[in-house]
């Protein structure tokens, strides 16, 4: 595999071109991809079953990357990579990782197309802010949930002890050090002292921050998860590049984070959706990822739920499942807020489609993640109740098409206006923190028009 040295080199040596310009050539070579390998998006068909479109947008995404490479904002060069370079990286890659210790140790592997084993589930507050006051019990509401085979958590409102949070500033090193102590409390509170966390911090943002934090005596377990994301579409920057030589020293797992903006360079959902599966190699070649977490999102919806989302995000897992063995998340963006019957449909559906399509899951970003305090571990259970559902019923592609195409009628023509829902104070018991009893009700509720769809719940199956 490529040396990071070399990718170093490359993006300090490699073609000059002004940014504007390597926007419009990821657009221009992702609609020729595109048409050459005839991929097309079907509104009727959320979860194709056609293994040949998978197959075809792996290699149109093969030629898109070879083509256009990644770009490094900080020079303003073009990394080039060739095709042994490529599949020598994604051939390098683990098919496995083990998170956690203890009894609270969980394996990921590697999952396929209609796999049989559920999901692995991370459940994940995916940076909502919270203030001091909230934000363990934000945490714990995701740690201590049965399916969370690992965790993350929040990120802070504004300040730390009266001290506003900002990126580059000293208080981001304190913050970073801050969140990820209260990650690890929160595990101990909740019973699940080695509970792995997929990533160790979301209250920091530059790398030297992330460093500082990710120390054991902090509460960092040997194979806790740190992120590298790209920034959209196919760039990089040195802060992010920083991270790699730091992680590569330690037992720290590197995980990518891509989310390309549907409606934005790539163009809709086949470019994409073929954007997507490129970024997956730029994370193997540039940051030497060991799983990846996807939150592809329509540029104007800012959710991943809408039908046109559910098939890009359906598309893009099958070709990844299907042609690598990489560890692959998608991370579920709702539109509505916590405690309402949208949110449970938008859950539900979005479980089901990723199950089937062979990823793993990360839920949820919810409330459009623009909204302080409107996440909470219960929309994750609603998510990953679905999805193992749908594993052990051993539903089909297009089984689970016909069941998400009942679904997403419920709540698709309401998407713009979606409700924002409660804050975790509102809708949880904070002393016990559990989901308060109206939220319960409504997701039983949902639960059984679902089940009368088709989707069978095992604890419904007993009753």
Request: with cysteine; net charge negative; proline share 5%.
């Amino acid at each position: 595999m490529i040396d990071f040295w070399e990718v170093v080199n490359r993006s300090d040596n490699g073609e000059m071109l002004a940014e504007g310009e390597f926007d419009r050539r990821v657009g221009r070579v992702a609609r020729e991809v595109t048409k050459k390998y005839d991929i097309k998006y079907n509104p009727e068909v959320v979860i194709p079953s056609d293994d040949s479109l998978p197959d075809r947008l792996f290699d149109a995404a093969v030629e898109f990357f070879l083509e256009v490479g990644v770009y490094c904002t900080d020079t303003g060069r073009v990394m080039k990579f060739d095709k042994k370079e490529l599949f020598d990286a994604l051939e390098a890659g683990v098919n496995q990782i083990v998170w956690g210790e203890g009894r609270d140790q969980r394996v990921q592997r590697n999952r396929k197309v209609e796999d049989s084993r559920p999901p692995f589930c991370n459940f994940t507050l995916v940076g909502t802010p919270y203030s001091e006051e909230t934000f363990l019990q934000a945490a714990m509401s995701a740690a201590k949930e049965p399916l969370a085979d690992c965790f993350s958590a929040g990120s802070l409102l504004h300040t730390l002890g009266g001290i506003e949070v900002r990126s580059g500033s000293p208080i981001e090193v304190e913050a970073a050090i801050w969140d990820l102590g209260k990650r690890r409390e929160a595990a101990r509170r909740v019973g699940h002292p080695g509970k792995g966390m997929y990533t160790m911090v979301s209250a920091a943002e530059k790398a030297d921050a992330m460093i500082a934090a990710a120390r054991p005596e902090f509460g960092a377990l040997a194979r806790d998860g740190v992120l590298c994301g790209a920034i959209a579409e196919m760039k990089v920057d040195y802060d992010r590049m920083k991270k790699v030589p730091f992680l590569r020293r330690t037992t720290y797992t590197i995980g990518g984070l891509y989310g390309p903006l549907m409606g934005g360079y790539a163009g809709g959902p086949e470019g994409t959706s073929m954007v997507l599966v490129a970024h997956h190699f730029l994370g193997r070649l540039v940051f030497e990822t060991e799983y990846s977490c996807c939150f592809p999102i329509e540029i104007h919806e800012t959710c991943n739920t809408t039908r046109r989302m559910l098939w890009l995000v359906s598309t893009a897992h099958q070709a990844l499942a299907r042609n690598t063995h990489l560890l692959h998340f998608a991370n579920t963006f709702i539109a509505a807020g916590p405690c309402t019957e949208m949110a449970c449909y938008e859950l539900i559906a979005h479980g089901i489609t990723a199950a089937v399509s062979g990823s793993d899951l990360s839920p949820a970003a919810v409330a459009r993640n623009r909204h302080p305090e409107r996440c909470t571990g219960m929309e994750g259970r609603i998510c990953a109740e679905a999805a193992h559902s749908a594993t052990r019923m051993g539903l089909s592609r297009k089984d689970a098409n016909d069941l998400v195409k009942k679904i997403l009628p419920k709540y698709e023509d309401k998407i713009s206006e979606a409700p924002v829902g409660k804050t975790i104070s509102e809708c949880y018991d904070m002393e016990r923190v559990e989901p308060n009893q109206e939220y319960l009700d409504l997701y039983e509720r949902i639960k059984k028009e679902v089940s009368s769809m088709g989707l069978v719940y095992p604890s419904m199956d007993r009753v």
